[in-house]
């Protein structure tokens, strides 16, 4: 994982970020347990919720990371290789789906 919050001058304190962290727990109906990441990207490639498909919150979040690396000079993959791993294997299925191959 790489600090996307360090700095190259030891002077400069970047301004505090407020964010909303969501903890996935075994006591949640919806927890799935532990599952290969095939299972996991099947699993997002075909569920939804009431804002959309699970797998274009993926996209949308691997962009995100994505879009932090380049600020700071990195790949997605060096950010977080599970987001990115899991969105290639999405993509796969959905490539395969249009070809009509199944997942």
Known sequence: MVDLHSTTST???PAPINCLVYIGLPSNPQFTGP???DALAAHIFKSSGPSGE???YLYML???LRALGREVGVSVGEVDEHVSDLAGRVRVIESREREGKGP
């Open 11 to 13: 002077s400069a304190t």
């Open 54 to 56: 699970n797998r274009e």
């Open 35 to 37: 599952q290969s990441l």
């Open 62 to 64: 691997e962009e995100a």
